[in-house]
């Protein structure tokens, strides 16, 4: 067991494989204060290639909240172009979890809510408890999500629920959030943990530079300036050079547990 150097608003370890992750604010509901996103990003950079890490489980401390959105104390006064920069920012830092080579899993143990609910729909996967609760109140602040929000939960959810869940700023409940497609699991609260840890143990069990390569495929799909099916067909090509397609087929065909190096 690894545990790597405290950053101020996060807590780190690496146990297994699994890089955990956990915002360390629970006095403010692990509200996203600027230090804090910072903490995210720098973390998941950290581990980018980092072999001994293959996945990553983002949580919030105590039992009340995942993160319950940004720390609006420290926006209130903002100008346009602080704001815009507040944006900027906040758009790197998810994209440097969704971009992550390693799957990382939201394991939503409370509120998610503003910036909350951005933070775990950049994440690969999502599991929350049952009293989970998600919601985009932007707007009773009379602005809008600022961290891909509006993007990313229309592609979740598709854009009618969207548009409605944004304009009204009503809460969903977890039952619903997995009906919808903005989760994947809802567990009780003492599985949370432990079913992310299961998605992941399955996930070890396969090749690294593929599971990476699904990633980068899927994203695609989303990026305006890429064709996701040319970054597929590049991707797939490129495996037939790779140690762990050798050791996938050949284990395929004698029948046993393949043994990927990563390589």
Do not use: W
């Not at 143990?109 to 049952?130: D, K, P, S, T, W």
């Amino acid at each position: 067991m690894t545990t790597a150097a405290m950053p101020q608003n996060i807590l780190t370890e690496i146990k297994d494989q699994i890089f955990y992750i956990t915002i360390n604010r629970e006095d403010k509901l692990n509200a996203l204060n600027i230090q804090t996103l910072s903490d995210i990003k720098n973390a998941v950079l950290s581990i980018y290639d980092n072999a001994e890490v293959r996945g990553v489980i983002l949580t919030g401390k105590g039992t009340k909240a995942f993160a319950a959105g940004a720390d609006i104390a420290e926006f209130a006064n903002f100008n346009i172009e602080e704001g815009t920069r507040m944006s900027e920012e906040g758009h790197a830092v998810l994209r440097a979890i969704d971009n992550c080579p390693k799957p990382v899993i939201a394991a939503v143990n409370g509120f998610a809510l503003g910036g909350g609910n951005e933070l775990a729909m950049a994440c690969h996967i999502r599991v929350a408890v049952e009293k989970a609760r998600f919601g985009q109140p932007e707007v009773n602040l009379g602005i809008t999500p600022g961290y891909a929000g509006t993007q990313r939960l229309a592609q979740l959810i598709g854009k009618g629920r969207a548009l409605e869940f944004l304009m009204t700023a009503d809460m969903m409940d977890a039952q619903t959030a997995l009906n919808y497609g903005l989760v994947n699991h809802v567990v009780p609260a003492d599985q949370l943990i432990p079913k992310c840890e299961e998605i992941l143990n399955k996930i070890k069990a396969k090749a690294p530079l593929a599971i990476s390569s699904v990633i980068r495929c899927v994203n695609a799909y989303y990026e305006k300036r890429a064709d996701g099916n040319d970054v597929e067909i590049n991707e797939f090509g490129n495996f037939f050079g790779s140690q762990d397609f050798i050791e996938g087929t050949k284990a395929f065909l004698e029948k046993r547990p393949a043994n990927f190096n990563g390589q």
